[in-house]
């Protein structure tokens, strides 16, 4: 079964939204089968962002992700990736669709809630740098 990781960033768990937005998968279907709540460090930002290094967003990026503890978390179910990109909504909250996590709790472009992998390949890449193999259900 596919698999993603999802963080819910630190705008969204200091804003007390990470309830609904955990009840939202489940709702959707997905199961939950790994989840911490922990402090990004810069090490973990340089690895997890990667393919982000040297855009000019890329410094206030990791400043936000580093700056108050985030929840991250493995979701399981059929088609999981293309379907939490679609349900959580455009990087932009300004440019999010009505109901989506993005629109209903995020701040702005860089303070937008929730992070999750996009393809199969970053999925298992972003998996292993969270999750350790038994730390997985
Ligand atoms: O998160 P998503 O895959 O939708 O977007 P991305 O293009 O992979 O960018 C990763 C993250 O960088 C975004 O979720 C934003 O938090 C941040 N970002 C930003 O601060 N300013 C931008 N112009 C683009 C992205
Ligand atoms: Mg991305």
Same mark, same amino acid.
């Given at each position: 079964?596919?698999?993603?990781? @999802?963080? =819910? !960033?630190? %705008?969204?768990?200091?804003? &007390?939204?990470?309830? %609904? =937005? $955990?009840?939202?998968?489940?709702?959707? &279907? *997905? !199961?939950?089968?790994?989840?911490? +709540?922990?402090?990004?460090t810069?090490?973990?930002?340089? !690895?997890?962002?990667?393919?982000? =290094?040297?855009?000019p967003?890329y410094? &206030?990026?990791?400043?936000f992700m580093?700056?108050?503890?985030? $929840?991250?978390? @493995? +979701?399981?179910g059929e /088609? @999981? =990736?293309a379907?939490?990109?679609?349900? /959580?909504g455009?990087? /932009?909250?300004?440019?999010?669709?009505?109901g989506?996590?993005? !629109?209903?709790? #995020?701040?702005? /472009?860089?303070?937008n809630? @929730?992070?999750?992998s996009?393809r199969?390949?970053?999925?298992?890449?972003e $998996? #292993?740098?969270f *999750?350790?193999?038994?730390?997985q *259900?």
């Amino acid at each position: 079964m596919e698999k993603t990781l @999802v963080l =819910i !960033k630190p %705008d969204a768990l200091a804003d &007390g939204h990470s309830g %609904d =937005i $955990i009840k939202r998968y489940e709702a959707e &279907g *997905f !199961k939950l089968v790994a989840l911490k +709540l922990m402090r990004m460090t810069r090490s973990i930002a340089a !690895k997890h962002y990667a393919e982000h =290094i040297g855009r000019p967003y890329y410094d &206030g990026l990791v400043e936000f992700m580093t700056s108050a503890p985030l $929840i991250a978390m @493995v +979701l399981e179910g059929e /088609n @999981v =990736i293309a379907r939490v990109r679609e349900i /959580n909504g455009a990087t /932009n909250p300004a440019n999010a669709a009505e109901g989506t996590i993005r !629109k209903l709790y #995020a701040r702005d /472009n860089t303070k937008n809630a @929730v992070h999750a992998s996009d393809r199969p390949s970053s999925a298992a890449r972003e $998996i #292993a740098i969270f *999750f350790s193999e038994l730390e997985q *259900f």
